[in-house]
């Protein structure tokens, strides 16, 4: 695959080509896409006929970009007489700057052409490579091109206009243009994405919105966010980019909802610029400690999307909170589930956790009585539709075969939940980690309802099924001979024996006794599991490890900062440093950003950490992982009106400094020094 350019805002995004052209393809999103629609599937320059190539390329902001071009193959490089800079920016729309130099000493004519077309794909027709069920049309007028896409009441539209004169056809705008020697040439082109209609109550109700916002806007907005959160100071350069990285990805990804006037975090580019439940909620639990103001838009969304029916097509129950939201075509006709679609069996107990962690920093009392009804509701869910078998444990299945999600848990690839054989288990399926974010839900709802709802009955209740949800957990899914936790129970409740990177979700969520622990803390961080730059999703000797396999043996930044924050809190303050130090140490070979996963490769036989080829990027929870991993680096621990500090720096790190922490106790910092850079002192 060619190295491809992205540039973003909110959910509108374009990804081209490293020398900023887009072409028709099926099978990768590259284009302009905006609210799950591909409005742009081409985009070609040509001067004189000819394909351009890229000297340099200016990519270092997230929302504009800018290409250093010449005609002809590279090795024709050499006193061009032309060349061409080709300046670009999102907010809502697209903007492209073209302008062409002659570098001769007497007037040129040029030729520039540039061909553009719409196939106005739904995000999942390309994954799918489906057919349109609609028409597309092109209609030429004075330097303005218009394609438009209708399927019934489904409309789309993009309208390009050309600052400078153009001959304008159903295929693109050519301009004949004569440059005097040494001068130069230069049009804007802007692409507007118009939405006109869609079908579907529940799409037109919330649709979300980016507008036409200016690059000074953006730029102001960016600022604004990086302003607010702490400062950092520190001795380890991948820590530091990786820290501002995060938060300028953070800023791009978020987009307004034009339906309840909040900002929302999109889950990643390319696939996953939407709201995600899972996503959403662990990513804010991530920034809270940075930017606890993001999080309210996160809780009141969901909440006003819980599950209040039975829909088998949906996957919707009672109680239950959303997987993914979509905003295309084939959620619109319902050939898709997704509008909003509830198959994800962590979303509803992780929801009540977030809410709790986020009174404890913040104090927010009101939102805590505000969300009091959703939150009861989720717990209802945990313990009636989530169980399945009545068994006493929260399980999956979905209710719909034909376009639902078989694995319902954060590992939700086909074969990502297997025996250590290879064997893919029966459905329901009840994974471990789900059964420690039930028992924390149960926990945190029980504060909750003690402190704020004034209901000690119902704390007690809660408080009692999560004792006895710990003790018949770790009857049932400790697999003695081998001393780890099994993946999963299948539907017979027999254990099922892989090893894999859920046991430290296990450790954050506190279902582990005390007496195991030590044996969980040492199988993450052994060599079946820890490639050297972070903890594997499955061990590699299970029978489906797969190095680059998905959800089999890649290495997810996101699951390690929630490892690493399970071994904090477990106690094994040396194993989280170390495991902190190997996912900052890999981000410095993606320019501080992490990716979505990267190979599972050990770092000896590589000696950097390997590209996933298909990898979101930026992604929210990827994004959002330096935060925790800094958290867990510092100790940092809400405590009543205080805020606990109790750094552990990992060796060769240095000093790290964060200044600013907001919370309920206003502002405070933290400093923390590694053993070595201590005793030098």
């Not at 099926?26 to 320059?45: A, I, N, V």
């Not at 930017?291 to 838009?297: G, S, V």
């Not at 506190?510 to 040492?522: K, L, P, T």
């Amino acid at each position: 695959m060619k190295e491809l350019i992205s540039i973003l805002d909110g959910n509108t995004f374009l990804v081209s080509n490293r020398h900023g052209d887009i072409e028709p393809a099926l099978d990768f999103p590259t284009g302009l896409f905006s609210f799950d629609t591909r409005y742009l599937s081409t985009w070609l320059l040509l001067l004189d006929g000819e394909r351009l190539h890229a000297l340099s390329i200016d990519d270092t902001e997230s929302f504009r970009t800018r290409y250093f071009l010449v005609p002809g193959e590279p090795s024709h490089y050499l006193d061009a007489k032309v060349s061409l800079i080709r300046s670009r920016a999102i907010g809502g729309r697209l903007e492209e700057e073209l302008t062409v130099l002659n570098h001769s000493g007497q007037d040129v004519a040029f030729t520039v052409r540039m061909e553009m077309a719409g196939d106005f794909a739904d995000l999942f027709e390309i994954k799918d490579t489906r057919r349109k069920n609609g028409h597309n049309t092109a209609s030429p007028g004075e330097d303005t091109l218009r394609l438009n896409y209708r399927r019934d009441a489904f409309h789309r539209e993009t309208v390009i206009h050309s600052s400078a004169p153009a001959q304008v056809d159903r295929k693109g705008m050519t301009f004949p243009i004569q440059i005097r020697a040494h001068g130069e040439w230069t049009t804007r082109l802007t692409v507007s994405t118009m939405i006109y209609g869609a079908r579907g109550e529940d799409i037109r109700t919330l649709l979300p919105y980016s507008g036409n916002r200016t690059v000074a806007a953006i730029e102001a907005e960016h600022a604004d966010l990086a302003a607010r959160a702490p400062k950092l100071g520190c001795d380890y350069q991948p820590l530091a980019a990786a820290y501002q990285r995060s938060l300028t990805d953070l800023a791009a990804l978020r987009y307004e909802s034009i339906a309840l006037g909040v900002r929302l975090m999109a889950a990643g580019l390319p696939w996953f610029m939407t709201l995600f439940g899972r996503d959403s909620i662990i990513t804010s639990l991530q920034v809270l400690p940075f930017l606890p103001e993001l999080i309210p838009p996160t809780l009141t969304m969901l909440a006003g999307l819980q599950g209040h029916r039975l829909d088998d097509f949906r996957d919707e129950e009672p109680g239950k909170i959303l997987h993914e939201l979509r905003y295309g075509e084939t959620a619109g006709f319902e050939e898709q589930p997704h509008s909003p679609y509830y198959g994800s069996a962590d979303s509803t107990p992780l929801f009540v956790i977030l809410l709790d962690e986020y009174e404890r920093w913040t104090g927010d009392v009101e939102m805590v009585k505000k969300l009091e009804f959703p939150v009861r509701a989720a717990l209802a869910w945990i313990d009636t539709y989530g169980d399945l078998l009545g068994t006493g444990y929260l399980w999956y299945q979905t209710r719909n075969p034909k376009t639902g999600l078989e694995n319902q848990c954060w590992k939700d690839s086909w074969d990502a939940i297997s025996y250590s054989d290879g064997r893919l288990p029966s459905f329901p399926r009840a994974t471990c980690e789900l059964q420690g974010y039930a028992y924390d839900a149960k926990l945190r709802g029980a504060r909750l309802a003690r402190l704020f709802w004034n209901d000690p009955h119902y704390a007690d209740q809660l408080e009692r099924e999560a004792a006895e949800l710990k003790e018949r957990f770790n009857r049932d899914f400790w697999l003695p001979d081998k001393e780890y936790y099994a993946l999963a129970l299948d539907s017979d409740g027999t254990p099922v024996d892989a090893l894999s990177s859920n046991i430290g979700h296990l450790l954050w969520s506190g279902i582990v006794e005390q007496s195991r622990a030590r044996r969980v803390a040492e199988h993450l961080l052994g060599p079946r599991l820890f490639s050297g730059w972070g903890v594997r999703t499955l061990a590699d000797d299970q029978g489906r490890y797969n190095p680059i396999g998905y959800h089999v043996g890649t290495v997810w930044p996101f699951d390690n900062s929630i490892i690493a924050w399970g071994l904090w809190k477990a106690g094994f303050r040396e194993e989280a440093g170390q495991l902190c130090e190997a996912v900052l140490a890999a981000s410095r070979y993606f320019e501080g950003r992490l990716p979505e996963a990267f190979a599972g490769y050990e770092r000896d036989l590589t000696e950097y950490p390997v590209q996933y080829p298909t990898a979101c990027s930026p992604q929210a929870w990827s994004a959002g992982a330096p935060l925790l991993l800094l958290r867990v680096i510092l100790g940092l621990e809400p405590q009543g009106e205080h805020l606990i500090i109790d750094p552990y720096v990992p060796s060769r790190m240095g000093r790290v400094e964060l200044l600013d922490i907001p919370g309920r106790w206003g502002r405070v910092d933290a400093l923390g020094r590694s053993r070595e850079d201590t005793s030098s002192r």
